[in-house]
């Protein structure tokens, strides 16, 4: 027996495509468009059994708006979201806002059908391989990138990391020169480059900068902040 289907996608040739795939397979398509503002109301307004909804973003804030208000207004329809291979946010999102499946936009005819039937009859619709990867990402998850104190740790050099954590254990100009066999000069040279490329205005804010962000951490020595001078 057929679904009474409406299939809603941001680009209009593949909702088409789609609705005409299903109408050959006997299924019912109540309408097929692009989704816009109106969107949520056009399925309230036909009632289908079980409502496509396409997204290119599916982890993106708001973006499943109109299923909640599609289960709010009409709770019997089956929502079932059309997308790209998902993070496992993207999913939570679809499923949060009252979805009752998701399919990849690259599935097979076949795979879509099953998700039909599955919605209709109140059942996830989800194939075992995308929840499997969304749970392999949540036990795994990828690397972040890199926070602030990891983007200024690479604005400078060694020595001006050796000169930040001499700076955050409190050490003047001349203990600096003096530990690291330079000139007092040179060591002032260093630390004024270091104010400059972390854009602070003494040695108090750097040393604050660098405890906040945890860029000593990152640079693989602990930081020690004690008494701190007053001027470069």
Same mark, same amino acid.
């Given at each position: 027996?057929?679904?009474?289907v409406m299939v809603l996608?941001e680009?209009?040739?593949?909702? /088409?495509?789609?609705?005409?795939?299903l109408?050959?397979?006997?299924h019912?398509?109540?309408?097929?468009?692009?989704?816009?503002?109106g969107a949520?109301?056009?399925v309230?307004?036909?009632?289908?059994e079980?409502c496509?909804?396409?997204?290119a973003t599916?982890?993106e804030?708001?973006? @499943?708006e109109p299923? +909640?208000?599609i289960?709010r #207004?009409r709770?019997?329809?089956?929502?079932?979201?059309?997308?790209p291979v998902p993070?496992?946010?993207?999913?939570?999102?679809?499923f949060?806002a009252?979805a %009752?499946?998701y399919?990849?936009? =690259? /599935?097979?005819?076949e795979?879509?059908?099953r998700?039909?039937?599955?919605?209709?009859?109140?059942?996830?619709?989800i %194939?075992?391989?995308l929840l499997?990867?969304?749970?392999?990402?949540?036990?795994n998850?990828?690397?972040?990138?890199? =926070?602030?104190?990891?983007?200024?740790?690479?604005?400078?050099?060694?020595?001006e +990391? #050796?000169?930040?954590v001499?700076?955050? =254990?409190?050490e003047?100009?001349r203990l600096?020169?003096?530990?690291? #066999?330079?000139?007092?000069?040179?060591?002032?040279?260093?630390v004024?480059r270091?104010l400059?490329k972390?854009g602070?205005?003494?040695r108090?804010?750097a040393?604050?900068?660098?405890?906040?962000t945890?860029?000593?951490?990152r640079?693989?020595?602990?930081?020690?902040?004690?008494? @701190?001078?007053?001027?470069p």
């Amino acid at each position: 027996m057929g679904v009474r289907v409406m299939v809603l996608d941001e680009h209009r040739l593949l909702a /088409e495509a789609l609705a005409s795939a299903l109408k050959l397979r006997g299924h019912r398509v109540l309408a097929a468009a692009a989704p816009a503002a109106g969107a949520a109301e056009l399925v309230i307004s036909r009632a289908p059994e079980v409502c496509l909804l396409g997204t290119a973003t599916p982890a993106e804030p708001g973006v @499943f708006e109109p299923v +909640v208000r599609i289960k709010r #207004e009409r709770p019997q329809i089956a929502v079932v979201v059309l997308g790209p291979v998902p993070s496992p946010r993207g999913i939570a999102a679809a499923f949060a806002a009252g979805a %009752s499946g998701y399919v990849r936009h =690259d /599935e097979r005819i076949e795979g879509v059908e099953r998700a039909l039937a599955k919605a209709r009859a109140g059942e996830v619709a989800i %194939s075992p391989q995308l929840l499997q990867g969304a749970f392999a990402e949540l036990l795994n998850p990828a690397a972040q990138p890199d =926070d602030e104190g990891s983007r200024l740790l690479r604005l400078l050099t060694p020595r001006e +990391v #050796e000169v930040l954590v001499r700076v955050a =254990d409190g050490e003047d100009t001349r203990l600096i020169a003096a530990g690291m #066999e330079i000139a007092p000069s040179t060591a002032r040279t260093h630390v004024q480059r270091v104010l400059m490329k972390l854009g602070v205005g003494s040695r108090l804010e750097a040393a604050a900068l660098a405890a906040r962000t945890g860029l000593l951490d990152r640079a693989g020595l602990p930081p020690a902040a004690a008494d @701190f001078p007053g001027g470069p």
